[in-house]
């Protein structure tokens, strides 16, 4: 019995020893199987526009959908009709709408060619949110008020349509929904992953950006560093069936496992929040680095 006890215990380990522990957090929108739970959010329309297969979401894109309307509903339609070819998981109006079309485990068509930390196609671990707002406007002739113009110059762009506070007042919501939820390290704008290509969601939503990071993520977890450490050497592996992956994702297609004493090379620390780059013989690949010493 012991025999099988111990034969048991080195094959059911290694499915729970790349999942980073969670914090807890306390918020007043709530996610059930994926989709936020609350009288508030519309998630009858939904995008067929996903990936097969689930991902674990560890950071947050905000994106502008450079369009008009005030409820949202005109973009949430259409990013739920295949012909867009695009979807992101939650659409937020001007007038503080939300609508879900694509849960959270859901890979979503939001970020395009992307990079994150030296990661490609962040969309295999991320969570996407539209905000409605037509984004830069020299030049476009749309009849925004004054009021409601941001000036800012950025990818020579100098005037941009600010967010209405009740819009951000809802994607506060439902980003902290997120992040009580999942594990989440760093909420960025489509800009950051795709320079150059993308300029969403702009100077306008920066404020509003980095006091989301302040609130969600500055205190109860820390800030991402803003290079990846480099470091050559080796460590060992303290844990049976620790899952060597071909990306820094628990979903990730794994390459091999590794047990208990190993020894790998250390190509890059930290490369992503929580996972180190590996190479065990002739594989490389990235694992959870709370299990290496």
Known sequence: MNCLSAL????TKPHQIDTPPQNEYIE???IKNHLLDDPKVDTSLQSPNVSK???KPEIIVLHYTASGGEDGKGDATYLSRASSRASAHVVAGRNGSL????PFNKRAWHAGKSEYKGVNDVNDFSIGIEIDNWGWLDGRGLNVPEDQIHHETRNGKKTWEKYKPEQLEAVDE???AIVAKYDIVDIVG?????PGRKQDPGPALDEFTAKMKEKYLGKAKPA????APSKEGTKKVTGDGLRLRVRPNRHATILTHLYKGYEVKVLQENVFPGWDKVQYKNKVGYVA???LT
Not at 8 to 11: A, L, P
Not at 190 to 194: L, S
Not at 224 to 227: H, V
């Open 8 to 11: 048991m215990n080195r094959f």
């Open 28 to 30: 007043s929108m709530k």
């Open 53 to 55: 297969g689930t991902i």
């Open 99 to 102: 609508d879900q079309i694509v």
């Open 174 to 176: 439902v980003i902290g």
């Open 190 to 194: 489509h800009e950051d992953i795709a």
């Open 224 to 227: 991402p560093k803003t290079e």
């Open 289 to 291: 680095n709370q299990y």
